[in-house]
């Protein structure tokens, strides 16, 4: 067992050439050096990684500073304190790192102040570069071959609560599976995150939002109630009942419902299933990153988590006995507002979600109307511009969630058709502004006195007669403008 997990480390190490230079470095420049954590636990997994852990005794500073000349970067310091240093560098627009660490007393006493025994396996280096015996005081090889995580001590939560999130994030990474007893020991510790930085706990909300099952890992938090100390906004929602005419679970299920059905319509999408010529387009635009390490459709997954926090606080019961929610999605926008603010999110992502919490209903209410107007579906096209297939996205995955009695199987199509209708809108809207047919520096040498704002709103009356003209062609544009202009040259502006 011993000789294979090493020759695993072997080939993940030669698999990177600068993890390998690293190792060859510390092996001759330090007495004791050795591999540790996360690096060996993907290696005996058969998962790369782009992180390496290394230890050592003596002059931590000085092995991150001679690693770093390597490979043209800088060290910087993870925790000061603790003598924790980092070298990160870009390769083939991946991003690598290596931390270094002063060991702890002797391996074995280092291994057990770490997290989870998965993570407390070591590989001694020599001058060679030999790696030597696999240091497992804890039993984390037999735990990754039963693919199970195993906190080390009762006190691992209270040295450092993120791990909490950690354990889920690793759990869904790597397909692992929580022990019951480290299950309880998260349950009974989940109020210490509220000691934890909201930057810190962004950090590995980050990385589970983009992974494939992330509705998987919010139930497991709501099982142990870590999900209501993060999202405290929650909890409110977890005995709301709906039973109204759009929903009848209540508002939380609903929510982890919403954050599955739009799994399985992005996964129609990249099959190429769902929305037919524009699934190639649907799925290049989810996948655009919308800010550092999140791409549109990571913060799309967090909009529908938080989608109905207005709820809580918009409640009504008619005399009837209906239950309505009234002004829930702008009560909600307001309320995305703190809690970006508590987790440090950034302005970006901050306005991403309260556009899409304020708008999610327009679809689902706009869809099974028969009298809408051009001007109406125009004025929502124009509003949203290529974040309308976000909210087709946001509002699709909200209608099939839960669906009530008003959701029957004909409104349902109306709204999908309508969806549908809005992405093929959307784009040939882009196609006209594209080519330009429409400029405002062509009207205003048509019409000098015309006012900027009357500008506008020509230029809008415009594209909107192009955008429903039918197919649109360049002459059949010209003549439909021509005739426009005609039109209003007629008229006192």
């Not at 306005?351 to 209410?365: A, E, F, G, S």
């Not at 309508?418 to 405002?440: C, D, P, Q, T």
Request: with cysteine; proline share 2%.
């Amino acid at each position: 067992m011993i000789d294979d997990s090493v020759s695993k480390i072997r080939k993940a190490l030669g698999d990177e050439p600068q993890f390998l230079a690293a190792v060859e470095l510390m092996g001759s420049e330090f007495s004791e050096a050795y591999i540790v954590g996360g690096f060996i636990r993907d290696a005996l997994l058969g998962v790369k990684s782009n992180d390496l852990d290394i230890t050592v005794s003596g002059d931590v500073e000085k092995a991150a500073r001679l690693f770093a000349m390597k490979v043209g970067a800088r060290p910087f310091y993870l925790d000061f304190d603790r003598q924790n240093l980092r070298v990160a560098w870009t390769e083939n627009s991946v991003l690598k790192t290596v931390d270094f660490s002063r060991l702890r007393e002797d391996i074995v006493n280092d291994l057990t102040l770490r997290d989870f025994t998965i993570n407390s396996v070591a590989c001694a280096l020599d001058v060679d570069m030999f790696l030597g015996k696999i240091i497992d005081p804890l039993g984390g090889v037999e735990d990754l071959n039963a693919r199970v995580i195993k906190h080390i001590s009762s006190d691992v939560f209270v040295d450092d609560a993120l791990r909490i999130l950690r354990a889920y994030r690793l759990a869904n990474q790597l397909g692992l599976h929580i022990s019951v007893k480290t299950m309880h020991q998260i349950s009974s510790d989940r109020g210490l995150l509220k000691n934890v930085s909201g930057e810190r706990i962004w950090y590995e909300l980050r990385l589970m939002l983009a992974m494939p099952y992330f509705h998987a890992i919010v139930r497991e938090m709501v099982e142990s109630g870590v999900l209501f100390v993060i999202f405290p906004e929650l909890k409110e929602l977890n005995d709301l009942e709906q039973d109204n005419y759009y929903h009848e679970k209540n508002v939380l299920e609903h929510s982890l419902l919403s954050l599955e059905v739009a799994d399985m319509l992005i996964s129609e999408v990249e099959k190429g299933d769902r929305y037919g010529q524009f699934n190639m387009q649907i799925s290049g635009h989810m996948n655009q990153m919308l800010a550092e390490g999140l791409t549109r459709y990571s913060c799309l997954k967090l909009a529908l988590l938080l989608h109905d926090i207005g709820k809580s606080d918009t409640r009504d019961i008619s005399s009837g006995g209906k239950k309505n929610f009234a002004n829930h999605a702008d009560i909600g926008a307001r309320r995305i507002i703190p809690i970006c603010e508590r987790l440090a999110v950034g302005k970006k992502v901050a306005r991403y979600l309260q556009k899409l919490v304020r708008n999610h209903l327009y679809i689902n209410l706009l869809g099974p109307q028969k009298d809408l107007t051009s001007k109406a579906i125009f004025r929502l096209i124009d509003r949203f511009g290529d974040e309308m297939i976000d909210l087709v996205i946001c509002s699709e995955a909200d209608r099939m969630s839960d669906p009530g009695p008003a959701r029957n199987e004909k409104v349902q199509k109306q709204i999908g058709d309508f969806a549908y209708m809005l992405l093929r809108l959307h784009n040939k809207l882009k196609k006209i502004r594209e080519l330009r047919l429409v400029s405002g520096d062509f009207l205003k040498v048509r019409y000098p006195d015309m006012q900027g704002k009357d500008i506008a709103v020509l230029k809008m009356r415009l594209e909107r007669r192009l955008l429903f003209e039918g197919e649109l062609s360049l002459e059949g544009a010209k003549q439909a403008i021509l005739k426009e202009l005609n039109i209003r040259s007629t008229e006192k502006f």
